[in-house]
Nanobody
Framework: QVQLDESGGGAVQAGGSLRLSCAAS????????MGWFRQAPGKERKFVGALRWDGGITYDTDSVKGRFTISRDNAKNTVYLQMNSLKPEETAVYYCAVGSSWPPLPSRVDYWGKGTLVTVSS
């Protein structure tokens, strides 16, 4: 089992920034990726971005790529999600995830974090 602990969520105004952290209880190099999903109120959980085992990074859209950045600290088994220029529609619970299959579908995620709430006001 892999435990994922997220932190860094909170409330910000539109255009603000937040940095989310996800610390894994064990090494995740045997998995294909470690990344992030989000679930807005009344919506399905969707992929945001992920760091692949080979170091590659994938984002869901080009617009997200321009504002969000995924990074890692191998010594701490931690992945970060830096979110800039946040929009109200991006209000959601953000979940850290580890998966062995690609593409990164919610149904194929191996381990989930508990989630951290991000609220963006207009």
């Amino acid at each position: 089992q892999v435990q994922l602990d997220e932190s860094g969520g909170g409330a910000v105004q539109a255009g603000g920034s937040l940095r989310l952290s996800c610390a894994a209880s064990a090494r995740t190099s045997s998995y294909y990726y470690m990344g992030w999903f989000r679930q807005a109120p009344g919506k399905e959980r969707k992929f945001v971005g992920a760091l692949r085992w080979d170091g590659g990074i994938t984002y869901d859209t080009d617009s997200v790529k321009g504002r969000f950045t995924i990074s890692r600290d191998n010594a701490k088994n931690t992945v970060y999600l830096q979110m800039n220029s946040l929009k109200p529609e991006e209000t959601a619970v953000y979940y850290c995830a580890v998966g062995s299959s690609w593409p990164p579908l919610p149904s194929r995620v191996d381990y989930w974090g508990k989630g951290t709430l991000v609220t963006v006001s207009s």
